[in-house]
């Protein structure tokens, strides 16, 4: 089955979000889509009046900005994205982390920063994903998640395309993690779309990390590729919708 993740610029743009969904829809294994939203949750936030943080690609996540973010991710986005697949004959279901009990996690420790109400991932309930796609759903998760206790919290959709891809993966499922974003995949040259990195193992990103060649959001992408690598998944794809289409993009392999 499939996994894809697509991020907030892909989003952003209505033609290739058109594409990205159409993309989706058009897959013949099972699949489930995860989406993100950031950019168009900080234009949101700051029209609300708060000033939008982020630390190495990560949301900082006071009370107020997870109220925003709530209504963002989990309503207008969750349900648009859904309501254009269902025109496409994909019959899609919304979730939230709190609906079925689909993504639970816990509020992150306070270390060296305060992400304040961000969630780390401790539990995908693959089981429910798992019938969802028996009775041909294909459940959409939105980055919003709950620590069981009634709380809410913003989670990095990165990691709950990986943490979910795992779960699957722990089904016995192959399962092919695709990370669709807006850059035909990770390149050496932030300006220069064709020094695409055609393959990565945790010893090259290490070094390129190091170097400060790859940084910013692209840090939590790859520490979330390189986690479903190691726990299993047969395929994790970096790259563009049109990289993604012809087997393009960054490979991230074992080491």
Not at 12 to 33: K, R
Not at 93 to 120: C, E, H, M
Not at 193 to 217: C, D, K, N, V
Request: glycine share 12%; proline share 5%.
């Amino acid at each position: 089955m499939v996994v894809l993740k697509i991020g907030g610029n892909v989003i952003n743009n209505p033609a290739t979000l058109h594409e990205a969904l159409d993309y989706f829809a058009g897959l013949i294994e099972p699949a489930v889509l995860v989406h993100g939203g950031g950019r168009r949750a900080s234009q949101v936030i700051t029209a609300m009046g708060h000033e939008p943080v982020l630390i190495d690609g990560r949301r900082v996540t006071d009370r107020a900005t997870l109220e925003i973010v709530t209504m963002v991710y989990a309503g207008l986005l969750n349900k648009d994205i859904v309501a254009q697949l269902q025109s496409r004959g994909c019959n899609a279901i919304g979730l939230s982390g709190a609906d079925g009990n689909a993504v639970q996690a816990t509020k992150r420790p306070v270390g060296k920063i305060d992400y304040g109400f961000a969630g780390d991932v401790t539990a995908v309930n693959a089981a429910l994903l798992d019938a969802l796609l028996r009775l041909g759903m294909q459940p959409v998760l939105c980055p919003i998640t709950h620590d069981h206790h009634g709380q809410l919290l913003n989670t990095n959709a990165d990691t709950i395309a990986t943490e979910t891809a795992v779960a699957l993966a722990g089904q016995g499922h192959g399962v092919r993690l695709q990370y669709c974003f807006e850059l035909p995949g990770v390149l050496k040259d932030i300006h220069d779309p064709s020094s695409i990195i055609p393959q990565l193992t945790p010893q090259h990103y290490a070094a390129l990390r190091e170097e400060g060649t790859i940084a910013g959001g692209m840090l939590p992408k790859l520490d979330n590729a390189f986690r479903a690598v190691d726990a299993g998944a047969t395929e994790v794809v970096i790259g563009g919708l049109a990289e993604l289409r012809q087997g393009g993009g960054t490979r991230c392999v074992p080491g």
